[in-house]
């Protein structure tokens, strides 16, 4: 299984990005999907996830400024993010807890490999 994630780049305060997130290979289902971020010296942190259901969950940081997505037909969480600060500039890790075969019954993680996302004037 492989996460590719793309859509980092350098944007403006205030401006917008959008992050997308394709999972591919031996996959039956996926549960919970996710993005988390890093910054030099600091550990991985929760941005948002979401589950099968949609039920989503953000950091207090985001909230009501970026949504998170996903089209569970082709295995994709996207990450709407707006009102972007210099505080947002962080790699971007998505995440998915991936059921690869229809007789296993457990999850398995798996995560991309990182989308710059600068946020600087």
């Known amino acids: 299984v492989q996460l590719q994630a793309s859509g980092g780049g350098l944007v403006q305060p205030g401006g917008s990005l959008r992050l997308s997130c394709a999972a591919s290979?031996?996959?039956?289902?996926?549960?919970?999907m996710g993005w988390y971020r890093q910054t030099p010296g600091k550990q991985r942190e929760l941005v948002a996830t979401?589950?099968?259901?949609?039920?989503?969950n953000y950091a207090d940081s985001v909230k009501g400024r970026f949504t998170i997505s996903r089209d569970n037909a082709k295995n994709t969480v996207l990450l709407e993010m707006n009102s972007l600060k210099p505080e947002d500039t962080a790699v971007y890790y998505c995440k998915a807890d991936v059921r690869r075969y229809r007789d296993r019954y457990y999850f398995v993680e798996y995560w991309g490999q990182g989308t710059l996302v600068t946020v600087s004037s």
């Open positions: 290979g031996s996959i039956f289902s996926i549960n919970v």
């Open positions: 979401i589950t099968s259901a949609d039920i989503t």
